[in-house]
């Protein structure tokens, strides 16, 4: 079976080609190289650098390769970002799945698998969040996945194509030393950048309604949420139906104190974090249940947090070429 991973030479979108390749089954990556790196790319993988939005080239490849099904997770995944470039984000993430879909249509591809985010449930006040918390997002990124969706299930029922959305919170670690996270907005990344430059971390508040009074966020393992990713893609070979939408979350989430902790213990490196103001519209606690993902997909949660930071720091130090404080595994 040849998968087509869009995005598959990003941070998520790399991870999920390796996992499909010790699953037996053919990546093909299709990726514009505007956030990814063609290094992440295995060499016996074929790859495509193109747009999304180039329809001709697009079905060019769904026909050279001969895709079975689709792994979608290209597009622009900034959601504070999307404010100030809301037609990028509108372009990028539902023009090009309006491409994307027309293709697979066209093509005759009866499975796909989209990346979704819980960005599509804002800010909910549920303790824990399910499938069927109400979206309410608040970006254009969370309303572009939402779109995503919504253009993914109509698609589907009119074409007969077996699918799922899978939505996620905040995706951290490293599966591999040569894959990491270069995002300049996502928490880790940060840390360690001004950690490396002897800065120190700050804390957006510290009196919220929680057990240590710091925000409460689900972290997922990337090698973890790739799984997920795969799991979906055989149950559809199988010929199964899933969900329109599963969640996959910890169920627990973790405050951002713990993770100040955990890498101070995980980097050997010496901080105590700068307590600054809550920022605007940030919710105490947001996490999600993944029961649903655990019942259909037989996904679970391998790694707990300090295993999570270790290995984005093991990747970090490879990549910087700096020796880490004390051998890490994985």
């Known amino acids: ?19 499909l390749q010790r699953a037996g089954l053919n990546p093909v990556v299709l990726d514009d190289l505007s956030t990814g790196f063609s290094s992440f790319v295995p060499a016996e993988v074929p790859f495509i650098e193109t ?8 079905d060019r490849a769904m026909r050279q390769y001969r895709i079975d099904g689709v792994v979608h997770l290209a597009g622009f ?12 984000t509108y372009e990028q993430n539902v023009s090009a799945m309006v491409t994307l879909l027309g293709s697979v249509r066209r093509c005759g591809i009866d499975k796909f698998v989209f990346s979704s985010s819980a960005a599509v449930y804002g800010s909910p006040t549920v303790d824990r969040v399910t499938e069927s918390t109400p979206t309410a997002p608040e970006s254009p990124y969370g309303e572009s996945k939402l779109f995503g969706e919504t253009l993914l299930r109509d698609v589907a029922a009119a074409e007969g194509i077996r ?3 899978l939505r996620y919170f905040n995706v951290v670690g490293s599966g591999a030393c040569d ?17 490396s430059s002897a800065r120190t971390p700050r804390i957006n508040g510290d009196d919220y309604p929680t057990p ?27 010929g199964q139906t899933l969900r329109p939408v599963y969640n996959l979350g910890s169920g627990t989430g973790s405050s951002v104190r713990q993770i100040m902790d955990a890498v101070r213990s995980c980097t050997g490196i ?34 707990d947090l300090e295993s ?3 290995s984005a720091w093991e990747a970090r130090c490879v990549l910087t070429s700096r020796k880490c404080s004390r051998p890490l595994t994985r």
């Open 77 to 88: 995944k900034y959601a504070g970002v999307s404010v100030s470039r809301p037609v990028h």
């Open 308 to 310: 999570m930071v270790a």
């Open 163 to 165: 699918h799922t959305s």
């Open 212 to 238: 240590d009074g710091t925000c409460v966020r689900d972290y997922v393992h990337v090698a973890d949420l790739a799984e997920a990713h795969v799991a979906a893609a055989v149950r559809t070979m199988e």
């Open 179 to 195: 894959l990491y996270d270069a995002s300049p907005h996502n928490l880790f990344p940060v840390v360690f950048d001004m950690l």
């Open 270 to 303: 010496s901080f105590e974090p700068l307590i600054a103001p809550r920022r605007p519209g940030d919710p105490a606690r947001i996490v999600a249940d993944g029961h649903l993902a655990a019942a259909d997909l037989g996904w679970t949660m391998r790694h």
């Open 51 to 58: 747009s999304l939005c180039d329809r001709e080239r697009l």
């Open 1 to 19: 079976m040849n998968w087509l991973v869009t995005g598959g030479a990003g941070y998520i979108g790399s991870h999920v080609v390796r996992a």
